[in-house]
């Protein structure tokens, strides 16, 4: 849609219709608006789910349509979240393929739910990370706990890759 610049009523407010006195470039601009936002509002109801879509109060302004779909309809998919924290936590490594690969997989996992808007920090995530390695890894895990001041993920990820 930008690139037609069909967004615009969606970047700008509605500006006041033009009157019998108005400037050309404000008609020029009233009517670019008007048709961005039938525009936006086609392509918005045309690709949203019936089921939303029949329950969205009829609007004559795309900005106001999105945001009542925002506000309304907006959700975080719990089974989905359920299904990364799962994943999450109970990943452990196998030996099969690489450990930085298992790493990025956690890594994933976590980013995915902390997009849900669950909280975790980069320190739970990299005792997981320790807690899903083998015993053949203790002596990285006992090396890491030692250490006076943490390091980074990355080095983390470096450390393990290296043992």
């Not at 690139?3 to 219709?17: F, G, Q, T, Y």
């Not at 939303?52 to 999105?66: G, M, S, Y």
């Not at 807690?131 to 890894?137: G, H, I, K, R, V």
Request: hydrophobic share 35%; with cysteine; charged share 30%.
């Amino acid at each position: 849609m930008t690139l037609h610049n069909l967004d615009l009523a969606l970047r700008v407010d509605e500006p006041s219709k033009p009157t019998n006195v108005s400037f050309i470039d404000e008609r020029s601009f009233y009517e670019k608006w008007e048709h961005s936002n039938r525009s936006c509002l086609v392509v918005m109801k045309y690709t949203m789910d019936k089921s939303i879509k029949e329950c969205v109060p009829k609007t004559e302004r795309a900005k106001d349509f999105l945001e009542y779909v925002k506000a309304n309809y907006t959700k975080i998919d719990k089974v989905e979240m359920a299904t990364y924290l799962k994943l999450l936590t109970t990943t452990m490594y196998d030996g099969v393929g690489g450990v930085r690969d298992h790493i990025i997989k956690l890594k994933h996992y976590f980013n995915k739910a902390n997009e849900m808007k669950v909280e975790l920090s980069e320190k739970f995530l990299k005792w997981l990370i320790l807690e899903s390695l083998p015993t053949s890894f203790d002596a990285v895990k006992l090396t890491y706990n030692a250490l006076k001041e943490k390091c980074t993920l990355e080095e983390l990820m470096s450390i393990v890759v290296q043992h």
